[in-house]
C-alpha cells in the first residue's frame, strides 16, 4: 500500500480544508486508515481514523470540525477540516493498517505511512 497525501496549504483561522489520501496499488477496503498530525517541536498525535467497515473515531481535540471519510472506490480517504485554528497547523499524515481493530490512536500499529501534507492556519 503506497499512500499520497494531498490538499495541505495556508487557510485563515476559521476556514477550511480537505485533505485527500490515495493508495496506489491496492484497494483500501480491507484497511483501518487513519490520519495523524505533527507540529515542529511536539510529538505525532492522532486525529481521525475510519475503520474498514466505516466506524470513525476521532481526537478530542477535533471532534466537531473535523470529518473523515472513504471512497473504496477511489482507494481515497478524506479529511475535512471545518473551523480552522491556529493550533491546528501541523503536518498531516495517512495512514493504513490492515483490519487490525482495537485502539485506532496507537500509530504504532499502522503499517503503511503517506508523505505528510503540510497544513498552516494563520490568525
Known amino acids: 500500500v503506497q499512500l499520497q497525501a494531498s490538499g495541505g496549504g495556508l487557510v485563515q483561522a476559521g476556514g477550511s480544508l480537505r485533505l485527500s489520501c490515495e493508495s496506489s496499488?491496492?484497494?483500501?477496503?480491507?484497511?483501518?486508515m487513519g490520519w495523524f498530525r505533527q507540529a515542529p517541536g511536539k510529538e505525532r498525535e492522532f486525529i481521525a481514523a475510519?475503520?474498514?467497515?466505516?466506524?470513525?473515531y476521532y481526537a478530542n481535540s477535533v471532534k466537531g470540525r473535523f470529518t473523515i471519510s472513504r471512497d473504496n472506490a477511489k482507494s481515497t480517504v478524506y479529511l475535512q477540516m471545518n473551523s480552522l485554528k491556529p493550533e491546528d497547523t501541523a503536518v498531516y499524515y495517512c495512514?493504513?493498517?490492515?483490519?487490525?481493530?482495537?485502539?485506532?490512536?496507537?500509530?504504532?500499529?499502522?503499517?503503511?505511512w503517506g508523505q505528510g501534507t503540510q497544513v498552516t492556519v494563520s490568525s
Open positions: 495512514a493504513a493498517r490492515y483490519r487490525r481493530g482495537g485502539d485506532y490512536r496507537l500509530g504504532r500499529t499502522y503499517n503503511y
Open positions: 496499488g491496492r484497494t483500501i477496503s480491507d484497511y483501518d
Open positions: 475510519i475503520s474498514w467497515i466505516g466506524s470513525t
